[in-house]
């Protein structure tokens, strides 16, 4: 009876264990793909999701998606006479060829 209660106690130490590994790993993998949102802008986000009856993650993800639909995603090309105003210009477009 010993040897049966030393097992089953060695048993839950490794499910515990495991489980406290994986709880864990979870909450890295969570806090990497977190943000932080200004408590103001926070508790306005969550009074109007509660008046739409949906959550702050679903308007934050629809403010991400509108704003990477309006970016334009290739930069506009400066003119010649944009760059001889400003020769920071030129060393920008020296450094883009580079890379």
Not at 40 to 59: D, G, N, P, R
Request: aromatic residues 8%; glycine residues 2%.
């Amino acid at each position: 009876m010993n040897n049966y209660k030393r097992f089953l106690q060695n048993q839950f130490e490794k499910a515990k264990s495991t489980a406290t590994e994986f709880i864990s790993s979870r909450s890295e993998e969570q806090e990497k793909n977190m943000i932080e949102l200004q408590s103001q802008h926070y508790v306005e986000l969550k009074s109007l999701a509660e008046m739409q009856q949906t959550t702050v993650q679903a308007i934050v993800n629809g403010i991400v998606v509108q704003y990477l639909a309006s970016t334009p995603s290739e930069s506009v090309p400066i003119s010649v006479d944009q760059k001889e105003d400003n020769p920071l210009l030129y060393l920008d477009a020296i450094c883009k060829l580079v890379d």
